[in-house]
């Protein structure tokens, strides 16, 4: 199985701030990397596709990179809607697999 | 909008077994596949397996190639994820989620999730 190491677990920032989450995975994935957004007692909600590209519908303060098997989603201009747990997965095997989960609290 | 609608929450006994089920929609499965995925109290995303209807093919993760079956009657365009053998641990929410394409297996809509509680 490919494995996805997801950092930090938890992060606290203010509004406005700008904040990165890692993943990396333990195999060359190339792009085929997607993030999701999961609020308390919600399914998670699709944000980022193939490492960079935006979702219809999600606003452009969220991003997405890729460096070699390292993955950055980035928030810019952080908002108190914002708060959720972050995940990534990959598509790349026949296994799909998971990052831990990034919780973002708002100070 | 894509819907997924999932049947209620279940409440089981530690050996029995569960079937949780997923509307979709006639696009959903000519073009799509529907994967399942759980997620423990306070834990992350797990993927179980899923399936392509029209083709009628499914994949499971090795956690759970024996004791999970997942179809398809495409007469209802209903998923259906079947659990044997339970166990507490596999006391979750699990969800059913669409393939964004047949050969793009990241998830564009998702279910609203069943709970499923596993006690004696």
């Known amino acids: 199985d490919i494995q996805m190491t997801q950092s930090p677990s938890t992060l606290s920032a203010s509004v406005g701030d700008r904040v990165t989450i890692t993943c990396r995975a333990s195999?060359?994935?190339?792009?085929?990397l997607v993030w999701y957004q999961q609020k308390p007692g919600r399914a998670p909600k699709l944000l980022i596709y193939?490492?960079?590209n935006l979702q219809s519908g999600v606003p452009s303060r969220f991003g997405g990179s890729r460096s070699g098997t390292q993955f950055t989603l980035t928030i810019t201009n952080l908002q108190p809607e914002d708060s959720a747990t972050y995940y990534c997965?990959?598509?790349?095997?026949?296994?799909?697999?998971f990052g831990q989960g990034t919780k973002v609290e708002i100070k | 909008q894509v819907q997924l609608v999932q049947s209620g929450a279940e409440v089981k006994k530690p050996g029995s077994s569960v079937k949780v089920s997923c509307k979709a929609s006639?696009?959903?499965?000519?073009?799509?596949?529907i994967s399942w995925v759980r997620q423990a109290p306070g834990q992350g995303l797990e993927w179980m397996g899923g399936?392509?209807?029209?083709?009628?093919?499914?994949n499971y993760a090795p956690k759970f190639h024996d004791r999970v079956t997942i179809t398809a009657d495409r007469s209802t365009y209903t998923a259906y994820m079947e659990v044997s053998s339970l166990r507490s641990e596999d006391t979750a929410i699990y969800y059913c989620?669409?393939?964004?394409?047949?050969?793009?297996?990241?998830?564009?809509?998702w279910g609203q999730g069943t709970l499923v509680t596993v006690s004696s």
């Open positions: 989620a669409r393939d964004a394409s047949i050969t793009q297996t990241y998830f564009d809509s």
């Open positions: 006639e696009d959903t499965f000519s073009s799509h596949g």
């Open positions: 399936i392509i209807p029209v083709l009628d093919t499914t």
């Open positions: 195999h060359d994935i190339s792009r085929w």
């Open positions: 193939e490492a960079s």
């Open positions: 997965q990959q598509y790349y095997s026949s296994f799909w697999t």
